[in-house]
């Protein structure tokens, strides 16, 4: 069972800085790659950073410059570190896992996400 975790969302004044993390926690799996999405209310989820495996990363043009997606092998824990909040960031954000989890490759996991409330 492999499960993916969010954490460190809440309500953040417009300007601030906030790191969500996203643990990947179980057995018999490897990372392919590791994405953070948001979904705005009433809005349709968007990917918003990606990290491989190979460590590279991507961005979506909107958030370039104030997001950075990093992690932490060790622990296996993803991070997305947003600088500079606006209140348009304000979002469910959800990490996804592309893995290969036992026998089978390319698998897809979810987290149940964190809410980032970001006040003018």
């Known amino acids: 069972q492999v499960q993916l975790v969010e954490s460190g969302g809440g309500l953040v004044q417009a300007g601030g800085s906030v790191r969500l993390s996203c643990v990947v926690s179980?057995?018999?799996?490897?990372?392919?790659?590791v994405g953070w999405y948001r979904q705005p209310p009433g809005q349709q989820r968007e990917l918003v950073a990606t990290?491989?495996?190979?460590?590279?990363?991507i961005y979506a043009d909107s958030v370039k410059g104030r997001f950075t997606i990093s992690r932490d092998n060790a622990k296996n824990t993803v991070y997305l570190q947003i600088n500079i909040l606006r209140p348009e960031d304000t979002a469910d954000y959800y990490c996804?896992?592309?893995?290969?989890?036992?026998?089978?490759?390319?698998?897809?996991?979810w987290g149940k996400g964190t809410l980032v409330i970001v006040s003018s």
């Open positions: 179980g057995s018999a799996f490897s990372i392919n790659a």
């Open positions: 996804n896992a592309d893995l290969d989890y036992g026998d089978l490759s390319g698998l897809d996991f």
């Open positions: 990290i491989r495996s190979d460590g590279s990363t």
